[in-house]
């Protein structure tokens, strides 16, 4: 098994794209370009991170990092998809996370952030390695999930417990605007919910707290509580529809108390198109 350090080498090089800001509903309100480059340095036992940024209309800004060991807020699976983010939840604390994907020669990540009064901001990251060409992916439809997908979940913990791997089988069913979900997690029993169709957002409102999936450029996709509830459980998700017959999503859960548990990164392809 590959080691965290060595998954995180699967990052190394330079991502040429842009940050966009988004409002909690998904609208775009600024798109910064950008240039990140991850250099290994001391034989690949450290790394050299810069960030650049060209903002409209300012100078452009630069931060460097360099690091040779990585925290324990961060986890990386083989081929590198990683997050990192809070550890714990408070409610007078900001809150959120990054959630990562690589599709070679493209990378998508996903920012999804609380700030101190629980006001979701939302940062949508997509790059391509530089010398390739930007994704040509359209932006996220209902019509584009709708259908059954399997797959796999490979699941790491956050106290570093052995990673899991369960069969997994998501349907999406589509009535007028009502979106009904369908999801077999291992053996266990399935779950269900249905969400309500609001132009690119759906509204899931059945559970202890209400969820929104928000449907994005670039054949993403962000879900997350629409206000986070005390002493409910939690996840924050990002999706990446990679061909129209492979999908990728990964999960970061906390407990009722807040404390981060596990990343779950799910690869699923489709097996129906009328989520029969």
């Known amino acids: 098994m590959t080691s965290q350090w060595d998954r995180l080498l699967e990052n190394a090089g330079t991502w040429v794209g842009s940050f966009t800001q988004l409002s909690s509903l998904g609208a775009v309100i600024a798109d910064t370009p950008s240039v990140v480059a991850l250099i290994p340095q001391d034989d690949g036992k450290a790394m050299r991170q810069e960030i650049h940024k060209q903002p409209p ?4 800004t630069e931060r460097v990092l ?21 550890i714990q939840w408070g409610p007078f604390s900001e809150f959120g996370a990054e959630l990562g994907l690589i599709a070679e020669p ?11 009064d629980r006001q979701l901001q939302i940062t949508l990251i997509r790059e391509h390695r530089q010398g390739t060409d930007p994704s040509q992916r359209p932006p996220l439809t209902v019509a584009q ?22 069969a997994t089988e998501l349907t999406l069913v589509q009535e007028g605007q009502h979106l009904h979900q369908t999801l077999h997690f291992g053996d266990g029993p399935p779950f269900t919910s249905t ?38 459980p939690l996840f924050l998700e990002v999706g990446w529809l990679i061909t129209p017959h492979l999908r990728q999503r990964m999960i970061r859960r906390y407990n009722a108390q807040g404390a981060w548990v596990s990343l779950t990164l799910v690869t699923e392809q489709k097996v129906a198109v009328d989520g029969g």
Request: proline residues 7%; glycine residues 12%; charged residues 20%.
């Open 195 to 232: 969400g309500t169709i609001e132009g690119d957002r759906i509204v899931f409102t059945g559970g202890p707290q209400t969820l929104q999936v928000l449907l994005l450029p670039d054949g993403a996709s962000a879900t997350c509580p629409i206000a986070i509830e005390p002493r409910q």
């Open 106 to 116: 493209h990378r998508l990540r996903l920012v999804q952030l609380f700030n101190r």
């Open 66 to 86: 360099e690091y040779a060991s990585l925290n324990r807020s961060i986890l990386f699976f083989e081929g590198g998809a990683f997050s990192q983010g809070s």
């Open 57 to 60: 209309g300012q100078p452009p």
């Open 145 to 166: 999930l709708v259908g059954t997908w399997r797959g796999e979940a490979v699941t790491l913990y956050a106290d570093l417990s052995p990673c899991d791997r369960t």
